[in-house]
Structure formats: C-alpha cells, structure tokens
T-cell receptor, first 114, second 110 residues
Framework: KAGVTQTPRYLIKTRGQQVTLSCSPI?????VSWYQQTPGQGLQFLFE???????NKGNFPGRFSGRQFSNSRSEMNVSTLELGDSALYLC?????????????FGPGTRLTVT | GENVEQHPSTLSVQEGDSAVIKCTYS??????FPWYKQELGKRPQLIID?????GEKKDQRIAVTLNKTAKHFSLHITETQPEDSAVYFC?????????FGAGTRLTVKP
C-alpha cells in the first residue's frame, strides 16, 4: 500500500496570508490527525478527523481549521498567518483496531512565514 | 487532557552501549504507548508500541516496558549502532487522542 502523502512539501507565505495543506491517508484508513512540529515544542496535536467529522481538537486558535472529504483525504487551513506558524505540519492516518490507533505519518509540509 | 513527559532531552552513548529513554503520562485511561524514531529531515516512523494489557515487548535490539501503576514507560535500545542516531518520541494514547513527549535526541558515537 502507498504511504501517507502530503502536498505541498514546502511552502513560503507572508504574514496575513492564508494557506491550505493537503493529506492523503493510507488506503482504508479513515482517521486523519494533524500535528504541528517545531524545534522547541515537539509534536503538538491540532485535530483529528474521522468520516468527515472532527472528533478531537487540540489547543490551537480558531485560525487553524480542517476538513475531511468522503475519500478520507484531509485538508488543514491556517488563516491570517503569523511568524510563529512557521513549522513542519505532519498528518498521520490510522486504522482503528482493537481500540487503539496505530498512526502512520506523512512526510510533512514545511511552512515558512515571512 | 493527557500530559506526557520525556527524559532525557539529549542522550549520547558509545556504539555498542545501551540507551534508555523514559516517559511518564498523566491519564490513567491511556491504553496505547507507541515510540517513534525521526531521522533528520524525515517523517516519524513507528518503531515499537505497547498496549496497556502488556508489561513488556521486545523486537530485536529494541524493547519497551510499561508500568501502569506508576504511569511510566521506557524504551531500551541495546548494542546501539550509529544508525540509531535520531530523535525518539514517546506517545500516550486514549483511543483517538494521542499526545507526544518532547523528544530525545540520541547520538551514538562510533
């Protein structure tokens, strides 16, 4: 099976702009989670989607939003970009089995805000 | 919500030595504890995991132990090799809610 894919891989934006990142999960995986990774803060949970519904949300401002489509592909959007939003954004897909979620990560999108 | 603490933040060992990374979690309902290895510029890769009904799991040179009473779990790497150099993340999960430790940068000196 193909792994988790993310597009674009690199992005440079200016403060105040908005950005949309895309994630395609492993075939058959219906859960997609998004994380922000920065050198000082590690992996911070943004939100999780399952069957087009947001099931769980981390402690990020409302400028961060997401959605999931019927084919399980997911997008996340960041509006009114700030310099502090520069980070690696990772998505992970998982197959719910036995009450646990084994998560598999995509390569990430490196966002730089100038 | 769940809070995961990971120690040490950096670890340097000689090739062939063992390395141990420790994590604690706060939510007693967490039931799944994976470990990820992230090499420079690459995605985190799942290397081993343990479920709450198991105390220890081993896969070749890597082992994980879980103490549910104390709410801590550890990663043990034996006979370390230079290719083990990476950042390692522990995580604790309660169903679809997974939270990560801050990471340990392991350096294995040849």
């Amino acid at each position: 099976k193909a792994g988790v894919t993310q597009t674009p891989r690199y992005l440079i934006k200016t403060r105040g702009q908005q950005v949309t990142l895309s994630c395609s999960p492993i075939s058959g995986h219906r859960s997609v989670s998004w994380y922000q990774q920065t050198p000082g803060q590690g992996l911070q949970f943004l939100f999780e989607y399952f069957s087009e519904t947001q099931r769980n949300k981390g402690n990020f401002p409302g400028r961060f939003s997401g959605r999931q489509f019927s084919n399980s592909r997911s997008e996340m959007n960041v509006s009114t970009l700030e310099l502090g939003d520069s980070a690696l954004y990772l998505c992970a897909s998982s197959l719910e089995q036995g009450g646990v979620h084994e998560q598999y990560f995509g390569p990430g999108t490196r966002l730089t805000v100038t | 919500g769940e809070n995961v603490e990971q120690h040490p933040s950096t670890l340097s060992v000689q090739e062939g030595d063992s390395a141990v990374i420790k994590c604690t979690y706060s939510d007693s309902a967490s039931n799944y504890f994976p470990w990820y290895k992230q090499e420079l510029g690459k995605r985190p890769q799942l290397i081993i995991d343990i479920r709450s009904n198991v105390g220890e799991k081993k896969d070749q040179r890597i082992a994980v132990t879980l103490n549910k009473t104390a709410k801590h779990f550890s990663l043990h790497i034996t006979e370390t090799q230079p290719e083990d150099s990476a950042v390692y993340f522990c995580a604790a999960s309660k169903w679809n809610d997974m939270r990560f430790g801050a990471g340990t940068r392991l350096t294995v000196k040849p």
